[in-house]
């Protein structure tokens, strides 16, 4: 993948030691994470670790009990007036009214949003494949049918900043895929993209980090676009082969790993040189096949480790869940 659109530019979604306390309890922790204009950044993590205040935090629909947020360079609560350029959904699925239909519904989003052309309303009606009921009023709709009419009203404003809680939550696969192919494409027209979520596997296909949650504390953040484009090759001398890619200018990151060498390759046009390259130099490939990411396997491994720490137990404590949480009440620290 690419890099971020404006991956220099100051960040759109800025949190420093950010916290959160309901009463005594503490919801969100010494929170510091950055999301750049063309990015999505996936916040993952059990039930109760504190996603869904996390959202409401950096959107401004809750004051942070430490530290500090900023988007597009300000204070939220300071400057409310930032968040005309914000888009967002972060009590899923997004409130409408239920005896108006879809396309009113959006109508009505527009007017109050204002400067949204109304051909806006029919492009995106039709990219979320809600076109055939646009027309039928949303009581009937489906969940996922709303939801996705949801994250049609938070792109209507073609927003710097879009944030979403749960955007993909009991989705049919179909609906699943199209909501994460919009996200990309937000990103790719330079919207920061900040998502909670426990669709893994989707996320780790386009998006560009990870934050990994576990009791409100950020314990990991992985970098999907450094874990792209590696290969693994089983090559009869490793040692020797390692020596030569690191000597390509096309070739990133080469080392060994179980007696196979590792490398990156950014450009996939570039991978039709490994085998000629390493044969040229006596080198023969026995093996070539793309070193895939498991987000999933990581996340569980990185949860499950942090509890173990934590409570000096040998066994994890409690399920990891992969399925989207069932509704919680407000303030439950999702």
Do not use: C
């Amino acid at each position: 993948m690419s890099e971020p659109t404006g991956a220099g530019d100051a960040p759109s979604i800025r949190t420093e030691r950010l916290g959160k306390r309901y009463g005594r309890r503490p919801i969100v922790r010494d929170l510091t994470f950055q999301v750049r204009p063309g990015e999505v950044y996936a916040l993952v993590g059990p039930n109760g670790a504190g996603k869904t205040t996390v959202i409401r935090l950096v959107s401004g629909l809750a004051f942070p009990s430490e530290g500090r947020v900023e988007m597009l360079g300000h204070d939220p609560h300071a400057r409310p007036d930032v968040r005309a350029r914000l888009g967002a959904v972060v009590e899923a699925p997004a409130a409408f009214y239920p005896y108006m239909t879809g396309r009113a519904n959006l109508r009505l989003h527009a007017r109050l949003a204002g400067g949204v052309d109304p051909d806006r309303i029919d492009e995106l009606l039709e990219r979320m494949e809600l076109g055939s009921a646009a027309d039928r009023k949303v009581g009937v709709y489906s969940l996922g049918m709303r939801q996705r009419l949801g994250v049609a009203g938070a792109l209507l404003t073609r927003p710097e900043v879009l944030i979403l809680d749960e955007p993909a939550s009991g989705m049919d696969p179909l609906s699943l895929h199209l909501v994460h192919r919009v996200l990309q494409e937000a990103a790719a027209e330079g919207a920061a993209v900040l998502l909670s979520t426990h669709h893994l596997d989707e996320v780790a296909a386009y998006g560009h980090r990870v934050g990994i949650l576990e009791e409100g504390v950020l314990i990991d953040e992985v970098d999907l676009d450094r874990r792209r484009g590696r290969y693994r090759l089983q090559v009869d001398d490793a040692h020797a082969a390692r020596h030569v890619l690191q000597a390509q200018p096309w070739a990133q990151e080469v080392y060994l790993r179980a007696g196979r060498v590792i490398v990156q390759i950014p450009d996939r046009g570039d991978v039709a040189r490994l085998a000629p390259t390493l044969l040229q130099e006596g080198r023969a490939v026995t093996e070539l096949t793309e070193d895939v990411f498991d987000l999933r396997a990581y996340y569980r491994e990185r949860v499950v480790a942090e509890r173990v720490r934590r409570t000096q137990v040998d066994e994890p404590v409690g399920p990891l869940p992969d399925a989207p949480p069932a509704d919680a009440p407000e303030g439950a620290g999702r």
